[in-house]
T-cell receptor, first 117, second 113 residues
C-alpha cells in the first residue's frame, strides 16, 4: 500500500519569507515516482516536479527547490523569497508499482499556503 | 499542444437528481483518463481511471459511474445524487505507457442540496 503524509495543513507566511512544505511517503516498492502539484485558487492542479526513486539529487528551479531523502522517506519542497502568487494548495503525490498502463497517483491531503503582502 | 476541457465549472443539483460531467482531451491520442474528487480536508481521491475506450476501473465503491464512449472523452455520471456526492471533481489525463505526470482540467464544483 502507498501512503503520502503532509502533516502541515495550513501555513501562513509574510512575503519574502522562505517556507518549506513537508512530505513523507510510504511504499514497499523500490521503484517509484514522487510529485508535487500546485492548486491555485482557480482550482486546476499544475504539475511542478517529478522525481524518480533512483535520483536523490536535489533540484532547484528558480525560487523552488526540492530535497529528496530516501533515508527518511521525505520529499520536501522549499519556496525561497515567497510571493503572494505562491498562495495555493500544494499536493505531494506518489506513484509506485509502475506498470505504465495503470498510472495512478496517491495524493497527500495538501497544504494550504497563504503568503501575505 | 494538448488541452483538457471540463464542464460545467459549477453545478448545483438536488438530492436524487441525475448527474453528467464531461471531460474531453485534445491534441493527444490514447490518453489515460482519470476522475478525481477533492473533498474538504481529504485531499484528492481517485474515483475512476480508463486506459481505453470502454475500459473503466473503479477505485472506490460509490454512487457514481464513469464511461468512455470515445478515445478522448470521459464522462462521470450518477442516476441519483446523494448529499455526500458534493465536492470538487477533477478530470485528468496522462500519456499512456509513460510517466504518471497528470494534466488536470479546471474542475467542477458540485453542490448537492
Amino acid at each position: 500500500a502507498q501512503k503520502v503524509t503532509q502533516a502541515q495543513t495550513e501555513i501562513s507566511v509574510v512575503e519574502k519569507e522562505d517556507v518549506t512544505l513537508d512530505c513523507v511517503y510510504e511504499t514497499r516498492d523500490t521503484t517509484y515516482y514522487l510529485f508535487w502539484y500546485k492548486q491555485p485558487p482557480s482550482g486546476e492542479l499544475v504539475f511542478l516536479i517529478r522525481r524518480n526513486s533512483f535520483d536523490e539529487q536535489n533540484e532547484i528551479s528558480g525560487r523552488y527547490s526540492w530535497n529528496f531523502q530516501k533515508s527518511t522517506s521525505s520529499f520536501n519542497f522549499t519556496i525561497t523569497a515567497s510571493q503572494v502568487v505562491d498562495s495555493a494548495v500544494y499536493f505531494c503525490a506518489l506513484s509506485a508499482n509502475y506498470t505504465g498502463a495503470n498510472s495512478k497517483l496517491t495524493f497527500g491531503k495538501g497544504i494550504t499556503l497563504s503568503v501575505r503582502p | 499542444s494538448q488541452t483538457i476541457h471540463q464542464w460545467p465549472a459549477t453545478l448545483v443539483q438536488p438530492v436524487g437528481s441525475p448527474l453528467s460531467l464531461e471531460c474531453t482531451v485534445e491534441g493527444t491520442s490514447n490518453p489515460n483518463l482519470y476522475w478525481y474528487r477533492q473533498a474538504a480536508g481529504r485531499g484528492l481521491q481517485l474515483l475512476f481511471y480508463s486506459v481505453g475506450i470502454g475500459q473503466i476501473s473503479s477505485e472506490v465503491p460509490q454512487n457514481l459511474s464513469a464511461s468512455r464512449p470515445q478515445d478522448r472523452q470521459f464522462i462521470l455520471s450518477s442516476k441519483k445524487l446523494l448529499l455526500s456526492d458534493s465536492g470538487f471533481y477533477l478530470c485528468a489525463w496522462s500519456v499512456r505507457w509513460m510517466s504518471e505526470k497528470l494534466f488536470f482540467g479546471s474542475g467542477t464544483q458540485l453542490s448537492v442540496l
